[in-house]
T-cell receptor
């Protein structure tokens, strides 16, 4: 199993630009999660999907952030326009069910720097 | 709101010292509990988990954790740490009333001196 695959691994861009982060969950996993990790706030859940449907997006910081899951094997997290305070490591994770019996598997993350 | 508290933010130990990292959660119902580890520059990896049964669970690399329901705690332990255990450790909880939302603690940075 290839695990959760995220791209890019690193992204450096100027503020105001659109940023798109990508995630491929483990095949067969029904749940997909997007997290943001910063020194100040730790690990925060931004949004999660079940069977491609967003279930809880209460962690999405503001309207500049959007996430989609057009099919079971792909999800994007988009920031438009980006700001320096969005700099963080963004992790995608997937699990086989809602987590009561299966743990979440994390990708390697995207380290985002907004200049 | 449900929360997870990790009391030790930064722990520094010498090799061979014993480790205990505290974790407390605030939900009173049925919970599943996890410890994840994040080595420098890497993604989170599952260290161990508790779902039911024996409250003392053993994970990878010699780690174990004890679920004490009366104290709402799930402390992580290792009898003798190694330099390679230097990492950040996250406690996480998911409860039966939640449809998949894993609540993480703030994390504890462990630094092991050789």
């Amino acid at each position: 199993d290839a695990g959760v695959i995220q791209s890019p691994r690193h992204e450096v861009t100027e503020m105001g630009q659109e940023v798109t982060l990508r995630c491929k969950p483990i095949s067969g996993h029904d749940y997909l999660f997007w997290y943001r990790q910063t020194m100040m706030r730790g690990l925060e859940l931004l949004i999660y999907f079940n069977n491609n449907v967003p279930i809880d997006d209460s962690g999405m910081p503001e309207d500049r952030f959007s996430a989609k899951m057009p099919n079971a094997s792909f999800s994007t997290l988009k920031i438009q326009p980006s700001e320096p305070r969005d700099s963080a490591v963004y992790f995608c994770a997937s699990s086989a069910d809602r987590g009561l019996d299966q743990p979440q598997h994390f990708g390697d993350g995207t380290r985002l720097s907004i200049l | 709101a449900q929360s997870v508290s990790q009391h030790n933010h930064h722990v520094i130990l010498s090799e061979a010292a014993s480790l205990e990292l505290g974790c407390n959660y605030s939900y009173g119902g049925t919970v599943n509990l996890f410890w994840y580890v994040q080595y420098p520059g890497q993604h989170l990896q599952l260290l161990l988990k508790y779902f039911s049964g024996d409250p003392l669970v053993k994970g990878i690399k010699g780690f174990e954790a004890e679920f004490i329901k009366s104290k709402f705690s799930f402390n992580l332990r290792k009898p003798s740490v190694q330099w390679s255990d230097t990492a950040e450790y996250f406690c996480a909880v998911i409860h039966s009333g939640n449809t998949g939302k894993l609540i993480f603690g703030q994390g504890t940075t462990l630094q092991v001196k050789p």
